[in-house]
């Protein structure tokens, strides 16, 4: 089950699932059509801290060989997780 920040429990890495988790909306279908920018993770940058994971709303991130992957079905474009994400390792590219 993912975790929750409010109950401000560290969260190891290994916990992390490794299918996006659609808790935040129960989301069932496909809900991308209208994002006009997609969030990009530099997997050179990235240190696997988890913090974007935390924070993603529509909980479209995931763990992918230690680091972390987003499913762009879900992912609505909001644009949190490069917020959130101290490095700089998100980046925002326009939908073509
Ligand atoms: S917040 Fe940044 S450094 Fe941390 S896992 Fe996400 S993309 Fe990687
Ligand atoms: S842009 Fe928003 S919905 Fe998409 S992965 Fe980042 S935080 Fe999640």
Redesign the pocket.
């Known amino acids: 089950m993912k975790p929750y920040l409010r109950d401000k429990i560290p969260v190891g890495f290994e916990e992390i699932p490794d299918a996006p988790a659609y808790e935040a909306g129960y989301l069932v279908t496909k809900n991308a059509g209208w994002r006009n920018k ?2 990009v993770i530099n997997s050179q940058k990235c240190v696997g801290c988890l913090r ?1 994971y935390m ?4 909980g ?2 995931y763990k992918k060989d230690g680091k972390v992957d ?1 499913d762009y079905d ?9 917020k959130v994400c101290k490095i700089g390792a ?1 980046e925002m590219e326009a939908e073509k």
Do not use: A, L, Q, S
């Open positions: 997609r969030p974007c924070y993603c709303p529509d479209v991130i987003i879900f992912c609505k474009g909001c644009e949190i997780c490069r998100i």
